[in-house]
């Protein structure tokens, strides 16, 4: 599993660079994200661990993904994060507005283990 963590770290989709630019070097809030970080038997897109937020983005093929998203968000909420989810889409044409999202959650008090 870690030499397919290194492998994905190495190949990012044009997406995850535009958004790995606004999380690294702890542009947010002072808190450090890791970018294709595992938890569990789960590789996540983009990780705090200090402030147990986790960032997924997600293509098409997500759409046909839906019950193992689940299966994994719940795993990942039960591990004590909050797991945010962005279309590559709004990524590619809101950054600003994707990275104002993120800043909220980490600010705001979870409300029934939901954001």
Known sequence: MRQHVRTLRKH????????????????LGGLKFRRQHQIGLY??????????????LDGSQHVEREAYDARRDGFLRSAGYRVLRFWNAD????????????VEAIHRPEIDGRL
């Open 43 to 56: 590789i996540c897109d983009f990780a705090s661990l200090d402030g147990r937020v986790i960032v997924e």
């Open 12 to 27: 990012q989709t044009d997406v995850e660079r535009l958004l790995w630019s606004r999380l690294r070097r702890r542009q």
């Open 91 to 102: 990524v590619q044409t809101n950054l600003d507005a994707v990275v104002e999202t993120i």
